[in-house]
């Protein structure tokens, strides 16, 4: 386990359960290319499962992706399992293809839709530069959020077994 010191963060002011979550159009990765993909998309498709998290490369975002791609809840489901950071799609590429995932990333420099989720959080000691703090929504084709987990603390990571028991329920 790393050694870190935990930061408690400040509110935020989420989708909550049964509130539509924001629609947005972001460079979607996936382990052979990208394009632009709007989230709504994706849901019209079937239920998604939208994980934020920092950038690539950190320890959250690692131990995150690598308990989803073991748990696999995708498969043998009518559900999608997607990324969101601030990391571009370069590194994301790289990110997938270290991790063997299946899962494909969004890419948001800029931390525009973290800002819009209202899960955005500036770094210490690195004037402005933001990142979503880690968060995971559970949406229906609706773009309804049947499941909402933010974190509250730095380093802070879901209740897993709370979203397999949602996504149990669709």
């Not at 010191?5 to 972001?26: C, I, Q, W, Y």
């Not at 239920?47 to 809840?73: I, K, Q, S």
Request: no cysteine; net charge negative; hydrophobic share 35%.
């Amino acid at each position: 386990m790393v050694d870190f010191e935990v930061s408690e963060l400040p509110p935020s002011e989420h989708p909550e359960e049964g509130e539509t979550a924001p629609d947005f159009t972001r460079p979607l990765v996936n382990r052979e290319f990208w394009e632009d993909v709007s989230l709504s998309e994706l849901t019209a498709e079937g239920p998604v499962l939208l994980v934020f998290t920092p950038m690539d490369g950190d320890f959250p975002a690692t131990y995150v992706w690598n308990e989803l791609r073991d748990r696999a809840w995708d498969e043998g489901r009518d559900l999608q399992v997607v990324g969101l950071s601030i990391s571009t799609p370069y590194e994301h590429r790289g990110f997938i293809h270290e991790r063997e995932m299946e899962y494909a990333l969004f890419s948001d420099p800029a931390n525009d839709v973290g800002r819009e989720y209202g899960i955005d959080h500036e770094l210490d000691g690195m004037t402005g530069i933001s990142e979503p703090r880690p968060a995971v929504f559970l949406l229906d084709a609706d773009r309804t959020v049947r499941y909402a987990w933010v974190a509250e603390e730095w380093p802070d990571f879901p209740e897993y077994d709370e979203i397999e028991d949602a996504i149990e329920s669709l």
